[in-house]
Structures are given as C-alpha cells and as structure tokens.
C-alpha cells in the first residue's frame, strides 16, 4: 500500500459539533472599547461602553474574579447601546442569561439596561431587566417579556437588595409551543449561593397577551440612557453567560488539529468548530450528551456546554468539524479512566502530552500534542481511499470549506496531500475502548 500511494503522490508532485451560547468576562484591556471585542453598537452616541477595571467577584459563580468588567452610565442624554450574538440562534426550549451587577445609582421609575434580542432585530428586546431605586433607598429588581406601556408593566422583586453590592441576576426566557403568545420569562436574584437546581423565580413567570420573539433569539444587548426620568440604572456588569440549561457542566477544552497547527506561531490556521460527545465511562460507552463549540485559533480551546448528562465518570468523543460531511479528523478520546464532569464544570487539555488521549493517540508537534487528521471518508482510518480522494480534489483545484483541505487554508493542494500521506504510511486510525 505504501508504495501506491508514493506512486499517486509522485504523479501529483509532478503534474502540478449546544456551546455555550455566549460568554464574556471582559477580560480584556482597560479602556477598551467593547466593540473591540465582539460586541456591535446599534443605537445611540453618546457614553460609549467601556471595559473597566476592576471586574465584580461573587462566591462560586464562573468568571468571578476574571478579568475586567463594564461600566452603564445613568444619563438623559443619548448614549451608545450595544450587542453580542450568541454562537447559534435558539427558537425553542429555554435560554438563561446570567451576570454579575452591582447597581450604584437608579431613578424610583426605573428602566431596562439588560435583555435578549431576536438575530434579526435591534429594537424588539425581549426578557427585559430593570432596575429602580425604592422609597427605602434599596434596589428593586424587574423583569418585563418585552415593550412596556401604561397596561403592561415591568414586573419587580421587593427591594431588598443594596446599592453597590454585587448580586447575580438570571433572566430566562422559555419558548411555549401553543399560541404566538405564551411564551415566558422568569427572573432570578442571588445574594448568595447559587443552586445546582433550577429554584421558583425571583419575579415571574411572566406571561402577557405580547408577541412571542420571532423568529429567534440571537443576541444579548446592555442599554444605557433614556429620556425624562426613566433613566437606565447607573451599573457595573460582569460574567455575562448564555446558556440553554439552568446549571450546565462547562468545559473548556484545549486541543490542536494537526494539520491546522502552525508551530511557528504556536497557533491554528483557522478558528473552527469541534463537536464533543459525553460518553458513559463503562462499557457499552453510550453518548449519553454533545457540544459543539469553536476552538479559537490562537488559545486552541473551546467552551463546552453540555445540558443533560448528570454527574459521573465519562470520556470526551473529540470529532473535528460540527457536519459531517466537512470532517476530515480521527475522532480522539479522552485519556484512559474518563473524567468526572460534574455541574462544575472544568478543563481539559489535549495538547499537554499525548497520554491525554486514549492510547496516546496524537502527534507531537513543536511540544503540542495534535489530534490526527485526513481521515476524509470518517471510517475511522487513513488510507489510501482518503488520499485519492485529495489528489483527486488537488488536481481539479478544489477550493473552499471542504473535507479534503486538511490544512484550514481553502485550497486543496500538495500540503494537504503530504499530510494525509503520512498519516496513512504509518496507518493513523481510531483508538477507543469500543
């Protein structure tokens, strides 16, 4: 076989994956702009966000302590309101958006300065948080599904909390499957533990005769400024999570795909999605949960959500690539044992050494540890099927987002052919306890 498939390159050299849905603990410079960082400005001038220092910090919630944070500024005039979108659009089930808020100043009306937005809107917020100042001089928390006008008020929490003190705040929004109108939201306040349960909301659930969201939800806005005396409240907000379950297990995973790493630069060629199945740690190894996130291209690490496995002992599934039929990587396990997952969450670092897979399965690679690929047909080998199939893409210039570009570069060529020729000299394939 081996020495086919250097008569097939020979011949070429010579005719030619639910992520979390969003998450930002502003760990960034001080005095950056926000829309440095992912976030887009839709409405307003004035009073840009910034990222300021210090960030919030509450017990056991992920991000406290992490990074920086931002600052809502309380004014009449026109000031700048911003956007995040989520990795993926939801149209159903529930979706949860957690922070840390610590309110300093607010008017006895109050108003929103936190909500959802659908993917296709700037303006229809929905799963609106509100916050005002009451006659006790303490902080009421509100929520209202979405527009509110003379009949259809922000819900509100009693005013127990406390100006400058840091609170977690939940807004969830449940799609209902009846009328174009049931949909919920619920809000939750925390001023201390937050449970591994989902608990009775805080405020809500609310349920008006308003419009459902259409046709998704698929970004998380900050607002600030308004006019006459419905100011937003003058705050600080950190540690903002969206995610699709009450108490997900989050796992950051860092990984490197071999034909995508640069060990020059130490990082990827490109940014790209990886699905991660929840594997029962005994045997039969039923999937059991699955993510699917980005792994960036310059930290090598993704943020796994997973919804519904409970706790318990379970291997990673690695499969490059979220469809199926863009794969090209050998699906790679977990080391030997599994892992504990619990509501927690944690980390898990493929690239540290190559026992962190099962059966040492990777490649060292200037000191990283890579997750083979090439495998283009995904029979969980790469052979000499595979490498036809690139020397066929590269001698018709294939080019774009497709199995055979082994490298990340958009181009199906002689690179891409070596690499898969490699891998099949030493017969790279799967290694699993199945």
């Given at each position: 076989?081996?020495?086919?498939?250097?008569?097939?390159?020979?011949?070429?050299?010579?005719?030619?994956?639910?992520?979390?849905?969003?998450?930002?603990?502003?760990?960034?410079?001080?005095?950056?702009?926000?829309?440095?960082?992912?976030?887009?400005?839709?409405?307003?001038?004035?009073?840009?966000?910034?990222?300021?220092?210090?960030?919030?910090?509450?017990?056991?919630?992920?991000?406290?302590?992490?990074?920086?944070?931002?600052?809502?500024?309380?004014?009449?005039?026109?000031?700048?309101?911003?956007?995040?979108?989520?990795?993926?659009?939801?149209?159903?089930?529930?979706?949860?958006?957690?922070?840390?808020?610590?309110?300093?100043?607010?008017?006895?009306?109050?108003?929103?300065?936190?909500?959802?937005?659908?993917?296709?809107?700037?303006?229809?917020?929905?799963?609106?948080?509100?916050?005002?100042?009451?006659?006790?001089?303490?902080?009421?928390?509100?929520?209202?599904?979405?527009?509110?006008?003379?009949?259809?008020?922000?819900?509100?929490?009693?005013?127990?909390?406390?100006?400058?003190?840091?609170?977690?705040?939940?807004?969830?929004?449940?799609?209902?499957?009846?009328?174009?109108?049931?949909?919920?939201?619920?809000?939750?306040?925390?001023?201390?533990?937050?449970?591994?349960?989902?608990?009775?909301?805080?405020?809500?659930?609310?349920?008006?005769?308003?419009?459902?969201?259409?046709?998704?939800?698929?970004?998380?806005?900050?607002?600030?400024?308004?006019?006459?005396?419905?100011?937003?409240?003058?705050?600080?907000?950190?540690?903002?999570?969206?995610?699709?379950?009450?108490?997900?297990?989050?796992?950051?995973?860092?990984?490197?795909?071999?034909?995508l790493y640069n060990s020059g630069s130490g990082t990827l060629n490109i940014s790209d999605t990886v699905i991660v199945y929840l594997r029962n740690g005994s045997s039969p190894f039923n999937v059991v949960d699955s993510a699917v996130s980005v792994?960036?291209?310059?930290?090598?690490?993704?943020?796994?959500?997973?919804?519904?496995?409970?706790?318990?002992?379970?291997?990673?599934?690695?499969?490059?690539?979220?469809?199926?039929?863009?794969?090209?990587?050998?699906?790679?396990?977990?080391?030997?044992?599994?892992?504990?997952?619990?509501?927690?969450?944690?980390?898990?670092?493929?690239?540290?050494?190559?026992?962190?897979?099962?059966?040492?399965?990777?490649?060292?690679?200037?000191?990283?540890?890579?997750?083979?690929?090439?495998?283009?047909?995904?029979?969980?080998?790469?052979?000499?099927?595979?490498?036809?199939?690139?020397?066929?893409?590269?001698?018709?210039?294939?080019?774009?987002?497709?199995?055979?570009?082994?490298?990340?570069?958009?181009?199906?060529?002689?690179?891409?052919?070596?690499?898969?020729?490699?891998?099949?000299?030493?017969?790279?394939?799967?290694?699993?306890?199945?």
């Amino acid at each position: 076989m081996k020495k086919l498939i250097l008569i097939f390159c020979f011949a070429f050299i010579t005719s030619t994956s639910f992520a979390q849905l969003l998450s930002d603990n502003f760990n960034y410079q001080a005095g950056d702009s926000l829309t440095q960082h992912g976030w887009t400005a839709f409405s307003g001038s004035g009073f840009a966000l910034f990222v300021t220092s210090p960030g919030l910090t509450f017990p056991g919630y992920p991000g406290s302590g992490v990074g920086n944070a931002t600052t809502l500024t309380l004014t009449s005039s026109s000031a700048q309101d911003v956007s995040k979108p989520f990795t993926s659009n939801i149209s159903s089930g529930s979706v949860y958006a957690s922070f840390m808020v610590k309110v300093d100043t607010a008017t006895s009306v109050g108003n929103y300065f936190a909500s959802f937005l659908p993917s296709n809107s700037i303006s229809n917020y929905f799963g609106r948080v509100y916050a005002r100042i009451a006659d006790n001089g303490n902080v009421a928390f509100g929520i209202s599904k979405s527009s509110t006008n003379a009949t259809i008020l922000a819900s509100y929490s009693d005013s127990i909390y406390a100006k400058g003190t840091t609170y977690v705040v939940v807004v969830k929004y449940k799609f209902n499957t009846g009328t174009t109108s049931d949909d919920e939201v619920s809000l939750f306040v925390f001023s201390g533990a937050l449970p591994l349960t989902e608990p009775s909301p805080t405020v809500g659930p609310v349920s008006t005769t308003q419009s459902d969201v259409s046709p998704d939800l698929g970004k998380f806005a900050l607002r600030q400024g308004a006019s006459g005396s419905s100011l937003t409240p003058g705050a600080t907000v950190d540690g903002i999570r969206v995610t699709g379950a009450w108490n997900p297990s989050i796992w950051n995973i860092k990984l490197a795909v071999q034909g995508l790493y640069n060990s020059g630069s130490g990082t990827l060629n490109i940014s790209d999605t990886v699905i991660v199945y929840l594997r029962n740690g005994s045997s039969p190894f039923n999937v059991v949960d699955s993510a699917v996130s980005v792994v960036d291209s310059a930290s090598l690490t993704g943020n796994f959500e997973f919804d519904n496995a409970p706790d318990g002992n379970y291997y990673f599934d690695v499969v490059y690539r979220k469809s199926p039929q863009f794969r090209n990587g050998i699906a790679t396990w977990s080391k030997n044992g599994g892992e504990n997952i619990t509501r927690a969450g944690g980390n898990y670092d493929f690239t540290s050494a190559a026992s962190q897979a099962y059966g040492n399965n990777q490649q060292l690679n200037a000191g990283v540890y890579t997750i083979y690929n090439g495998d283009t047909d995904q029979d969980g080998i790469v052979d000499l099927t595979d490498l036809i199939s690139t020397l066929n893409s590269a001698s018709v210039f294939t080019s774009g987002y497709v199995n055979t570009d082994v490298n990340g570069d958009d181009q199906v060529n002689l690179s891409d052919v070596l690499i898969v020729y490699n891998n099949a000299s030493i017969f790279v394939s799967s290694v699993t306890p199945l």
